[in-house]
């Protein structure tokens, strides 16, 4: 008589317990990103409008972006179950991070191209700044607690906030530019660069929902569906990496 087919081990995975513990931990990081990023993109706008700042503008829409971004993480976690949510919040996200690219490319190249020149703006130098010492706290937080939870949608959403952080770089460098040197096709190269990373972005949350299943050793490869990757862990273009 043959011996009875071997059962598969489990999937290692935090236990309910740990489960809401860390649900409760994204909630928390995602309501402060989304209270950051309004108030930064009321001021980013207001000073982009002030200065004729394509980078800044973009900025401030990219928090908007941001706020959306945060909005569809919020709205996954507030379900019973987060993961029942995971492809539309992850959908919410890419075409969020493709409308801030198609706007902000096109914004830049009509600067490049007009005679309309970008001027000093102190207001946006302190922003850039202030986010650029503010953003990779709340993105390595929630990027924590995501990963924990193999919630693809929490991590690709503190990429989001990951990529503020690189965009306050990019704006404060640009402004900076424009001020000190009279440099004013400085700000729309900066504004095409978060184009630019934006679309990266958006291309890599779009991904995000076919990669990063873990494998447990004895556990076969696509032995749950499609989603297990034979390697475990991420792939190279993940949202969740």
Same mark, same amino acid.
């Given at each position: 008589?043959?011996?009875?087919?071997?059962?598969?081990?489990?999937?290692?995975?935090?236990?309910?317990?740990?489960?809401?513990?860390?649900?409760?931990?994204?909630?928390?990081?995602?309501? #402060?990103?989304?209270? %950051?990023?309004? =108030?930064? /993109? +009321?001021? !980013? $706008?207001?000073?982009? *409008?002030?200065?004729?700042? &394509?980078?800044?503008?973009?900025?401030?829409?990219?928090?908007?972006?941001?706020?959306?971004?945060?909005?569809?993480?919020?709205?996954?976690?507030?379900?019973?179950?987060?993961?029942?949510?995971?492809?539309?919040?992850?959908?919410?996200?890419?075409?969020?991070?493709? #409308?801030?690219?198609? %706007?902000?490319? =096109?914004? /830049? +190249?009509? !600067? $490049?191209?007009?005679? *309309?020149?970008?001027?000093? &703006?102190?207001?946006?130098?302190?922003?850039?700044?202030?986010?650029?010492?503010?953003?990779?706290?709340?993105?390595?937080?929630?990027?924590?607690?995501?990963?924990?939870?193999?919630?693809?949608?929490?991590?690709?959403?503190?990429?989001?906030?990951?990529?503020?952080?690189?965009?306050?770089?990019?704006?404060? =460098?640009?402004?900076?530019?424009?001020?000190?040197?009279?440099?004013?096709?400085?700000?729309?190269?900066?504004?095409?660069?978060?184009?630019?990373?934006?679309?990266?972005?958006?291309?890599?949350?779009?991904?995000?929902?076919?990669?990063?299943?873990?494998?447990?050793?004895?556990?076969?490869?696509?032995?749950?569906?499609?989603?297990?990757?034979?390697?475990?862990?991420?792939?190279?273009?993940?949202?969740?990496?």
């Amino acid at each position: 008589m043959a011996p009875p087919p071997a059962t598969l081990p489990p999937l290692a995975g935090p236990g309910a317990a740990r489960r809401a513990v860390l649900s409760r931990r994204v909630r928390l990081f995602v309501a #402060a990103t989304i209270t %950051y990023n309004i =108030v930064e /993109a +009321v001021i !980013a $706008l207001g000073a982009g *409008s002030a200065a004729s700042s &394509s980078a800044l503008i973009g900025f401030g829409l990219d928090s908007i972006i941001e706020v959306t971004s945060a909005a569809a993480v919020a709205w996954q976690f507030a379900g019973p179950d987060p993961r029942v949510r995971e492809r539309t919040a992850l959908r919410v996200i890419a075409w969020s991070f493709f #409308a801030l690219a198609a %706007y902000v490319a =096109v914004d /830049a +190249v009509s !600067a $490049l191209v007009g005679d *309309s020149e970008s001027r000093h &703006s102190t207001v946006g130098l302190v922003l850039a700044a202030v986010s650029l010492a503010v953003m990779p706290f709340l993105s390595y937080g929630q990027r924590r607690a995501g990963r924990e939870l193999d919630s693809r949608s929490a991590v690709a959403d503190s990429r989001q906030t990951l990529l503020c952080t690189y965009l306050s770089a990019v704006l404060l =460098v640009g402004l900076a530019l424009n001020s000190l040197f009279g440099w004013s096709w400085a700000d729309p190269i900066a504004a095409l660069v978060i184009a630019a990373v934006a679309v990266k972005e958006g291309r890599d949350a779009w991904r995000g929902d076919a990669c990063c299943a873990p494998v447990v050793p004895g556990h076969p490869a696509g032995a749950d569906g499609p989603d297990v990757e034979p390697t475990g862990g991420c792939g190279g273009d993940c949202a969740c990496c």
